[in-house]
């Protein structure tokens, strides 16, 4: 039921009821409403009874587990929350002068230096608004890149059948064309398909490392070998950065970007529509290209780059420095971790994930890739379920509510029966 | 996970019609994605 419809005329709710605002009675008469505007008249009561319900048919965070996602899976400490939340940080303008806000930049440029750090990337943008956005910064860096070497014939992004959706999508948001490239039986991403979709037309590959079947890559090198020799780039999509968090670094793999979901793997909620933030990393050959602004340390004074700074860059992706609060989170929860503390994440995400594939196997699961040790995530496939009882996935996981779990992203990859 | 594979082997229905516990049950997603209902209108309800 809709608080309109618990409405009765001439209820009021003096709590709920605004204060009469200072100089409204300066307004011209002309832009007065004469109508009352159409709005529920509830009593307090109703009010807090009608909310209240309605949080309670929520499936949340707060009440149940809730491993939704197709791909790192973390926890979010309360603390991120509340020291994002200072009035310090919230009453802060965007717009306000560097110099008034040299706490916050300096949060925000030892986050871009951790993030340098754990990727081992050469620059670092907080720009990106959510992790679609860092993929199609990442692509359009990739795009700038050919651009400024005139090299216009790369009209080609390669894109594993695995990779998320919003992979393609952000390709072809650039004006690419995206050849999909197959997976192996082991998993992999199919290493001849990939030399043969390679050549002069290849901008680059977009590759998410491990993947969304839960493995990592085995042929990572030589696939980095095999782009960049034909004159591609390589842009790696950190969805899955948890499995490899502190152990392996993107940089070392030869890749030349990499976007980081900080609402995946550094706190912030991941799955409730948003927000997030999605901050890039490049090595030197893109560097030039990063969006802005970008945080910098200068004179013992942090300040924001702009167009002058950076002429070659793709330009600005909002109106400000990304998701300000999602960043400090962030920064907060990489800071509680340390360097030891991102390796702790990759060993348990990896490990939990291979006790509770070996769990499931032995209760019965058919695992879609038992020869393959687990990243942070691995696939259950419930085709020989549903032969055998007409029983689906969606029945598994609907039934799983009634037993206060949430269930994992189920029909994904859209490769897995 | 292995108590749900018991009931789907023993009583396949149960999951069909699942869930059963929950203050809202098993919602059409497709439908509701396909014909959006954002917005009340006084008339619709015949109330206010």
Redesign the interface.
């Known amino acids: 039921m809709?608080i309109?419809?618990r409405?009765r005329?001439g209820r009021k709710s003096a709590a709920q009821a605004p204060a009469a605002t200072p100089g409204a009675g300066e307004i011209p008469g002309r832009y007065l409403r004469t109508k009352p505007p159409?709005l529920?008249?509830c009593s307090e009561l109703d009010v807090v009874r009608h909310y209240t319900r309605l949080s309670?048919?929520n499936?949340s965070i707060d009440t149940h587990f809730y491993p939704l996602g197709s791909c790192t899976m973390k926890y979010n400490p309360r603390a991120c929350n509340a020291l994002a939340m200072l009035p310090a940080f919230l009453g802060r303008h965007p717009a306000a002068p560097d110099d008034t806000g040299q706490g916050f930049l300096a949060c925000l440029y030892d986050l871009q230096e951790i993030l340098k750090s754990v990727t081992g990337m050469a620059e670092v943008s907080l720009a990106p608004l959510a992790g679609a956005q860092g993929e199609f910064t990442g692509v359009a860096m990739i795009r700038a890149y050919h651009d400024a070497r005139g090299d216009a014939d790369r009209r080609e992004i390669l894109v594993p059948d695995a990779a998320h959706g919003t992979n393609p999508a952000s390709a072809v948001m650039c004006g690419y064309m995206v050849r999909e490239i197959a997976t192996d039986a082991q998993g992999n991403v199919d290493l001849a398909a990939l030399k043969a979709a390679v050549g002069p037309r290849t901008a680059g590959l977009m590759l998410t490392n491990p993947s969304t079947l839960g493995v990592f890559e085995q042929h990572i090198l030589e696939m980095e070998r095999t782009v960049h020799e034909a004159g591609g780039l390589l842009y790696y999509d950190g969805a899955n950065l948890n499995a490899i968090l502190g152990e392996a670094k993107p940089a070392d793999m030869g890749f030349d970007a990499i976007h980081i979901n900080l609402h995946k793997t550094f706190s912030t909620p991941h799955g409730g529509g948003g927000p997030g933030a999605g901050p890039v990393g490049v090595n030197s050959r893109l560097a030039p290209f990063l969006p802005l602004p970008l945080v910098a340390q200068r004179k013992g004074g942090y300040r924001l780059l702009g167009e002058t700074d950076r002429p070659l860059s793709i330009g600005r992706l909002g109106a400000q420095l990304g998701n300000a609060g999602v960043l400090l989170r962030a920064y907060v929860y990489a800071r509680m971790l340390g360097a030891e503390g991102m390796r702790r994440v990759a060993e348990f995400s990896t490990l939990n994930a291979n006790y509770l594939m070996v769990e499931?196997a032995k209760?019965?699961?058919e695992i879609a890739f038992p020869q393959r040790r687990a990243s942070h995530e691995f696939i259950v496939t419930l085709r020989r379920?549903k032969e055998?009882?007409?029983?689906t996935a969606l029945?598994?996981a609907?039934?799983?509510?009634?037993?206060g779990f949430h269930a994992p992203t189920v029909y994904f990859p859209l490769l897995r029966p | 996970?292995?108590?749900?594979?018991v009931?789907?082997?023993g009583d396949?229905q149960?999951?069909?019609t699942?869930?059963?516990?929950?203050?809202?049950r098993?919602l059409d997603d497709t439908k509701a994605a396909r014909l959006l209902d954002l917005a009340?209108t006084?008339r619709a309800?015949g109330?206010?």
């Open positions: 809709l309109f419809e409405s005329s159409l529920p008249e309670q048919n499936f499931l209760a019965g699961f379920l055998e009882t007409g029983v029945d598994v609907k039934r799983l509510l009634d037993k | 996970m292995s108590e749900i594979l009931e789907a082997r396949p149960l999951l069909k699942a869930p059963h516990a929950t203050p809202v098993r009340w006084p309800s109330k206010l």
